[in-house]
């Protein structure tokens, strides 16, 4: 059975840190990319960060790059999501998915990705900043 779990999330103040993490069952982190979105109250899901199946190489949306990182441990079926520098306007739930390389790069750039194809999500986790 394939599964997406998010941890992590939680309280933090603006100016703060925060580790996500997903774990992955069912397949490995060879075999599909992993990306990570967001949705903030009375928003779309927009994409935030995806990490290769193949090299390794990370992609973020401009408003986080430079503050987040994407990193992945093989071994552990893991993909992080590390959240420094936290803002309010960071508030949402976050989701992991699964998917084509390509498509997951693509979708780092939408603000809106509810109609995007991924075979796989998580059940998302709430990250709430406080000013």
Known sequence: EVQLVESGGGLVQG???LRLSCVVSGFTLDDYAIGWFRQAPGKKR???SCISSTDGSTYYRDSVKGRFTISRD???NTVYLQMNSLKPEDTS???CGAGQETILITAVTYTDV??????YW???TQVPVSP
């Open 122 to 124: 998580g059940q998302g």
């Open 93 to 95: 739930v976050y989701y």
């Open 15 to 17: 100016g703060g840190s």
């Open 74 to 76: 093989n071994a552990k």
């Open 46 to 48: 927009e994409g935030v």
């Open 114 to 119: 509810t109609y995007l194809n991924l075979p």
